[in-house]
């Protein structure tokens, strides 16, 4: 009967099934649930960190019953975009306690099929119905998600850490692991893998034999190979009559059966042997060593790190300098040298998230690196490299964009420095978006580490971190934070008037048409806004004065900072711009030259950067390098700040934004009539 049976197609087996009055629904139903996952068991491994630390297995189930943990991961999961056309539908549809700790979660998808009809020849197509499930557990903090199609996985695991407010990270099980996990003795294949194009090994080989547990010793050309995949005899029950193949995929923490089984078996087998895994890995994570703990991690994996870089030796840059942070971080010492890093394959991953790379070799009369003098303008620290592929690098100076010569280079004593190659001193300093995704890592696989883009801060030397710890001293401050300044930033402008601010702000120049000693001290009274610095007289003990900006600066009041009620502040002013100012536009170096210039006058001790426009990424970094290196504070005024500041003025003197445009507009022709004259 039960040959019979099989031979028959479903259509047929389903009109049985609907005539057997022995079958019930209930039986039916029980069937589906104990076969739904029939197709070989795999099981993808992450480790899961609550962000609320006082959450355990049992509020968080007690906080998601009655389906609702369900509805919650729906909400997040229909936000989606599929990775392919050929999958749809995802949906999580049934919640099951499999013990008091542990969480499933069924889901269901389609995936399209496309094939070729016999009798027309034309392509066509049908979506099946797949299951897939997941398991959390937070006492034993761990995740796994079975899906049969691999790509969903990294979907559903974000949904995951968005949906339970949780960290969902990726594991390695690494050979220590498997060695303490599996039984060597039962191994049937495994591949070695080592990536070395010096050496005349090969970079994989895999090796199969029935009983090769008991040859691994025989295998000694292949001790310092990685292992990242192997397949085992493992027994399924307790008395080890039921059987399977095991395999293991290392680097993506994965381990899959070939053999189908019962939910309840799959079940019983999945908890036991995932117990003992995430077991020894909470095990390092607790007490491990640094190199152990990175190793265990699927850092490669990690969806964030995927979204911001692009290609392996990228991602392996960005993960080694992470290393070095932790490193010190938890040594307590501010640098790390990157050993397996060399200052050229550093620079080529990272170039495009570092504000600046600027030059600094080592002078062998001084005995250690220092700074260089541009042979044409005398300026320090302004000395920037320039990497691009297939070209050798290049050193000019960001203030008058001569190039260095290698026969030239000078350190400040006047000392002749040898050049072996402009990458013997890079200093690279990097992006807030590097340094903010580095938080963002850290804070998940190191959260007692920890790490604050606020309050701490890193460099790269040749290939050595820099770490400047949680003692670091703030160097730029928003007017936002500073409290004689709320009155200015503190008030909301709708919509409507900011389109009419902006306009004013467009209009708006650093000197106006009256602009001389006498000029300037009569607008001191007036109610009216014609330059840039104008506004500040309405807040600040500031006096207009003609615009001298090397000699007075622009801007000039006391300020409350550094615990003094009278610190003196000196701003650069610039006018309207629509793209950002860079160090190559002739404002950028303005700018730079009247900053280098202000940061070695003692009596000046926060220098602003005030400008109705933006500031680019480079030059900000630059500016606020070379006030931390002189001691300086650094205020930002830029397009924002200024119209509050300009909204602010506007109000205080009971003008109309009309009355403003109309006396800037008049302005602008009388400076036209007095440049034409002049000419």
């Given at each position: 009967m039960q040959d019979a049976l099989s031979r028959l197609d479903k259509a047929k087996l389903i009109e049985i099934v609907e005539k057997s009055d022995e079958i019930r629904t209930e039986d039916i139903d029980d069937c589906f649930e104990e076969n739904r996952y029939s197709r070989r068991p795999n099981f993808r491994l992450?480790?899961?960190?609550?962000?609320?630390?006082?959450?355990?297995?049992?509020?968080?189930?007690?906080?998601?019953?009655?389906?609702r943990a369900i509805v919650t991961l729906n909400e997040r999961i229909s936000s989606f975009q599929y990775p392919t056309e050929a999958l749809r539908g995802l949906t999580a549809d049934q919640q099951t306690m499999l013990n008091p700790e542990t969480l499933e979660i069924s889901f269901k998808y389609q995936s399209r099929y496309d094939y070729i009809e016999p009798e027309t020849e034309m392509s066509n197509s049908i979506f099946e119905l797949q299951y897939g499930f997941l398991w959390i557990d937070f006492d034993k903090r761990f995740l796994s998600v079975s899906m049969p199609a691999d790509s969903l996985v990294g979907h559903v695991t974000k949904a995951v850490e968005l949906a339970f407010d949780c960290f969902v990270t990726p594991i390695n099980i690494t050979k220590s692991v498997m060695n303490s996990v599996f039984n060597t003795e039962s191994m049937k294949r495994t591949t070695f893998s080592k990536a070395d194009p010096t050496s005349s090994k090969p970079d994989k080989v895999t090796v199969t034999d029935s009983n090769l547990g008991s040859k691994l010793d025989q295998l000694k050309e292949y001790e310092d190979y990685e292992s990242p995949s192997s397949v085992f005899e493992e027994a399924i029950d307790e008395d080890g009559e039921f059987s399977s193949t095991l395999g293991v995929n290392c680097d993506k923490g994965k381990i899959y059966l070939t053999r189908q089984l019962r939910a309840s078996q799959m079940r019983n087998w999945g908890l036991w042997r995932i117990g003992q895994l995430i077991g020894r890995i909470n095990s390092i994570y607790d007490n491990g060593e640094i190199d152990e703990l990175f190793?265990?991690?699927?850092?490669?994996?990690?969806?964030?790190?995927?979204?911001?870089?692009?290609?392996?030796?990228?991602?392996?840059?960005?993960?080694?300098?992470?290393?070095?942070?932790?490193?010190?971080?938890?040594?307590?010492?501010?640098?790390?040298?990157?050993?397996?890093?060399?200052?050229?394959?550093?620079?080529?991953?990272?170039?495009?998230?570092?504000?600046l790379m600027r030059y600094q070799p080592y002078c062998e009369d001084c005995g250690h690196h220092a700074d260089?003098?541009?042979?044409?303008?005398?300026?320090?620290?302004?000395?920037?490299?320039?990497s691009r592929k297939g070209k050798n690098p290049v050193v000019a100076c960001s203030f008058c964009l001569e190039h260095l010569a290698e026969d030239q280079v000078r350190c400040l004593m006047n000392h002749k420095i040898r050049v072996d190659s402009w990458y013997d001193g890079v200093v690279l300093v990097p992006k807030p978006s590097l340094t903010e995704l580095l938080q963002k890592l850290i804070n998940k696989y190191f959260h007692t580490v920890g790490f604050s883009v606020t309050e701490e801060s890193f460099h790269i030397h040749k290939n050595t971190v820099h770490y400047a710890g949680r003692q670091v001293t703030k160097v730029v401050y928003k007017i936002q934070e500073l409290e004689q300044f709320k009155q200015v930033c503190e008030r909301k402008i709708t919509q409507k008037r900011r389109d009419e601010l902006a306009e004013v702000l467009s209009l708006l120049k650093e000197k106006c048409s009256k602009h001389s000693l006498e000029g300037c001290a009569a607008c001191q009274k007036e109610k009216s806004v014609r330059c840039v610095m104008k506004s500040?007289?309405?807040?600040?003990?500031?006096?207009?004065?003609?615009?001298?900006?090397?000699?007075?600066?622009?801007?000039?009041?006391t300020i409350k900072m550094l615990d003094m009620d009278d610190a003196v502040f000196v701003g650069i002013a610039k006018s309207y711009e629509k793209k950002p100012i860079n160090m190559s536009s002739d404002k950028g170096r303005e700018m730079l030259q009247q900053f280098v210039d202000k940061c070695?006058?003692?009596?000046?001790?926060?220098?602003?950067?005030?400008?109705?426009?933006?500031?680019?990424?480079?030059?900000?970094?630059?500016?606020?390098e070379l006030a931390r290196l002189y001691g300086k504070k650094v205020v930002m005024w830029t397009y924002e700040e200024l119209m509050s500041a300009v909204d602010f003025t506007i109000r205080k003197y009971g003008l109309t934004v009309e009355e403003v445009l109309e006396d800037l507009k008049s302005d602008s022709k009388k400076r036209s009539r007095g440049r034409k004259n002049a000419s």
């Amino acid at each position: 009967m039960q040959d019979a049976l099989s031979r028959l197609d479903k259509a047929k087996l389903i009109e049985i099934v609907e005539k057997s009055d022995e079958i019930r629904t209930e039986d039916i139903d029980d069937c589906f649930e104990e076969n739904r996952y029939s197709r070989r068991p795999n099981f993808r491994l992450f480790m899961l960190r609550s962000h609320d630390p006082k959450r355990t297995s049992a509020s968080f189930i007690d906080a998601n019953k009655d389906g609702r943990a369900i509805v919650t991961l729906n909400e997040r999961i229909s936000s989606f975009q599929y990775p392919t056309e050929a999958l749809r539908g995802l949906t999580a549809d049934q919640q099951t306690m499999l013990n008091p700790e542990t969480l499933e979660i069924s889901f269901k998808y389609q995936s399209r099929y496309d094939y070729i009809e016999p009798e027309t020849e034309m392509s066509n197509s049908i979506f099946e119905l797949q299951y897939g499930f997941l398991w959390i557990d937070f006492d034993k903090r761990f995740l796994s998600v079975s899906m049969p199609a691999d790509s969903l996985v990294g979907h559903v695991t974000k949904a995951v850490e968005l949906a339970f407010d949780c960290f969902v990270t990726p594991i390695n099980i690494t050979k220590s692991v498997m060695n303490s996990v599996f039984n060597t003795e039962s191994m049937k294949r495994t591949t070695f893998s080592k990536a070395d194009p010096t050496s005349s090994k090969p970079d994989k080989v895999t090796v199969t034999d029935s009983n090769l547990g008991s040859k691994l010793d025989q295998l000694k050309e292949y001790e310092d190979y990685e292992s990242p995949s192997s397949v085992f005899e493992e027994a399924i029950d307790e008395d080890g009559e039921f059987s399977s193949t095991l395999g293991v995929n290392c680097d993506k923490g994965k381990i899959y059966l070939t053999r189908q089984l019962r939910a309840s078996q799959m079940r019983n087998w999945g908890l036991w042997r995932i117990g003992q895994l995430i077991g020894r890995i909470n095990s390092i994570y607790d007490n491990g060593e640094i190199d152990e703990l990175f190793e265990s991690f699927g850092l490669e994996e990690d969806v964030d790190l995927a979204d911001f870089a692009y290609g392996k030796d990228e991602k392996a840059a960005i993960i080694q300098v992470m290393k070095a942070i932790v490193t010190c971080k938890k040594k307590k010492i501010d640098s790390f040298r990157l050993t397996e890093q060399i200052p050229e394959k550093l620079v080529s991953a990272l170039k495009k998230h570092a504000l600046l790379m600027r030059y600094q070799p080592y002078c062998e009369d001084c005995g250690h690196h220092a700074d260089v003098t541009c042979q044409s303008c005398g300026k320090t620290q302004l000395l920037e490299i320039t990497s691009r592929k297939g070209k050798n690098p290049v050193v000019a100076c960001s203030f008058c964009l001569e190039h260095l010569a290698e026969d030239q280079v000078r350190c400040l004593m006047n000392h002749k420095i040898r050049v072996d190659s402009w990458y013997d001193g890079v200093v690279l300093v990097p992006k807030p978006s590097l340094t903010e995704l580095l938080q963002k890592l850290i804070n998940k696989y190191f959260h007692t580490v920890g790490f604050s883009v606020t309050e701490e801060s890193f460099h790269i030397h040749k290939n050595t971190v820099h770490y400047a710890g949680r003692q670091v001293t703030k160097v730029v401050y928003k007017i936002q934070e500073l409290e004689q300044f709320k009155q200015v930033c503190e008030r909301k402008i709708t919509q409507k008037r900011r389109d009419e601010l902006a306009e004013v702000l467009s209009l708006l120049k650093e000197k106006c048409s009256k602009h001389s000693l006498e000029g300037c001290a009569a607008c001191q009274k007036e109610k009216s806004v014609r330059c840039v610095m104008k506004s500040f007289v309405t807040f600040t003990d500031h006096k207009l004065h003609p615009h001298h900006g090397q000699e007075f600066g622009d801007v000039a009041f006391t300020i409350k900072m550094l615990d003094m009620d009278d610190a003196v502040f000196v701003g650069i002013a610039k006018s309207y711009e629509k793209k950002p100012i860079n160090m190559s536009s002739d404002k950028g170096r303005e700018m730079l030259q009247q900053f280098v210039d202000k940061c070695g006058d003692t009596s000046v001790h926060v220098l602003g950067l005030i400008v109705a426009g933006e500031l680019d990424q480079g030059l900000t970094a630059r500016l606020v390098e070379l006030a931390r290196l002189y001691g300086k504070k650094v205020v930002m005024w830029t397009y924002e700040e200024l119209m509050s500041a300009v909204d602010f003025t506007i109000r205080k003197y009971g003008l109309t934004v009309e009355e403003v445009l109309e006396d800037l507009k008049s302005d602008s022709k009388k400076r036209s009539r007095g440049r034409k004259n002049a000419s």
